[in-house]
């Protein structure tokens, strides 16, 4: 940062200097400018500022303040479009050479903070004007760094996962991350990790709770910082339900909290946010849904939870003693039984005698319920037989009932199966 040569003023015109590198203020910050000067006309008249001023680990910070309100009033954000930013108004050349990227009033303070100080470890006091106007003598350890014990967490964490906490401190210095639970004041160790050659350090804790965390090395101590645990938010359904029977949802979630529970029928492509369910002091939640299609959950609590879905099944049922049509065949010829015209029977069927008159096959109604206008596949089967046969295909109506008809004498065994994957319980029925 090249200085620019200027004329020394006395104690009380420096009200009227703004710092070589920053724009003209107007009358209205006069006064504050005064408040400055007040402040530093006894550091110009010693020529230096007393070492046991300095922050603690951190030689001449009272010198560096000073300059800081002189070049930018400690605005670590200047930039008034001259070619210098920052609190210290680097140039950029100047900001590139001890080892700055970016823009310095970009930087964060505590970078400024420690290129500053690189500069001063170069050259002194020369690069800038402020101090030569401030009468700021040159001490060694004022170019010193301690690098302040900072540290970083996100501020939330899923119950049961890892907090990733960062920071930095003194190059190989021992850092101990400690944890204080809500309603405690102890604090518990979590973690232990070294600063790597540039200061930075990594420690990956597991909380059980929400947390306020530090880092303590050697005597110092960071600020605190607070992680708050979100509690995992699951979902319970059945597989599958009766058509129009109730079913219960339920699930765990944040205690004392509630959870929004959203759902869609099965040929829908919106989601509804349909209720909010409580979550009681144990963590628990339930909610009581009719199922009158299939339907796709979702719930939401601290986080979001799982998707599930409840399919309804098929019922099936059969009447043997309802009334039934029968009629008088024709003997067949020996060696035949009956045709393959009659769904659901098999072929090995009780031969006739020749001109021996039989009775047809009884028909049995099978119904049952299913999702509503939805196609179903009654399947039979034979006693004897491990052939499964298509009886029939249908659609379920708008309230979800269907039925068929079954022909054919002797012990069947039965069941439906719907175009969602589902099916019903098999069941016997023996046609008379």
Not at 4 to 33: E, I, S, W
């Amino acid at each position: 940062m090249p200085s620019h040569a200027a004329v020394r003023p006395g104690p009380f015109d420096l009200y009227r200097y703004q710092g070589r590198h920053r724009r003209p203020t107007d009358t209205a910050n006069t006064a504050r400018n005064i408040a400055i000067t007040a402040g530093t006309v006894a550091v110009i008249m010693s020529g230096d500022v007393s070492p046991a001023t300095a922050a603690p680990g951190m030689p001449g910070e009272e010198a560096w303040n000073q300059l800081r309100v002189c070049e930018s009033g400690n605005d670590y954000t200047a930039n008034s479009g001259n070619g210098y930013y920052g609190a210290y108004q680097f140039d950029l050349q100047t900001w590139r050479g001890v080892g700055g990227r970016g823009y310095p009033n970009q930087a964060a303070p505590v970078e400024q903070d420690r290129l500053a100080r690189a500069l001063y470890r170069e050259r002194g006091w020369s690069p800038w004007t402020c101090a030569r106007i401030l009468g700021l003598t040159e001490n060694p350890v004022y170019g010193y760094w301690a690098p302040p014990l900072t540290i970083r967490s996100s501020t939330s964490f899923v119950q049961g996962h890892q907090v990733t906490v960062t920071g930095s401190a003194q190059a190989g210095a021992l850092v101990k991350v400690y944890g204080i639970y809500r309603g405690q004041t102890t604090p518990r160790l979590l973690g232990t990790v070294r600063t790597g050659p540039r200061g930075g350090w990594t420690a990956h804790v597991y909380p059980t709770s929400t947390v306020t965390l530090q880092a303590v090395a050697g005597a110092n101590h960071s600020a605190s910082v607070r992680a708050s645990m979100l509690y995992r938010t699951t979902l319970r359904v059945p597989p599958s339900t009766r058509y129009n029977a109730n079913y219960t949802l339920s699930g765990k979630g944040h205690p004392g909290g509630s959870v929004t529970v959203y759902t869609k029928p099965y040929n829908w492509s919106t989601w509804l946010a349909v209720r909010r369910a409580p979550v009681n002091g144990a963590g628990n939640w339930s909610m009581v849904w009719r199922g009158s299609t299939d339907f796709v959950f979702a719930v939401r609590g601290d986080v979001a939870g799982p998707t599930r879905a409840v399919r309804v099944r098929p019922t099936a049922t059969a009447d043997s003693t309802a009334d039934s049509k029968t009629a008088v065949l024709t003997a067949r010829q020996p060696g035949t039984g009956l045709g393959s015209g009659h769904p659901g029977l098999g072929s090995a069927q009780p031969r006739l005698g020749s001109g021996q008159p039989s009775r047809a096959p009884s028909t049995v109604p099978i119904t049952g319920t299913a999702r509503p206008n939805t196609r179903l596949t009654v399947y039979v089967r034979e006693t004897g037989s491990t052939a499964w046969r298509a009886l029939r295909t249908i659609t379920s109506d708008a309230h979800g009932n269907w039925s068929t008809l079954l022909s054919g004498t002797g012990q069947y065994a039965f069941y439906a199966k719907s175009a969602n994957g589902q099916a019903s319980v098999v069941k016997q029925v023996s046609v008379p």
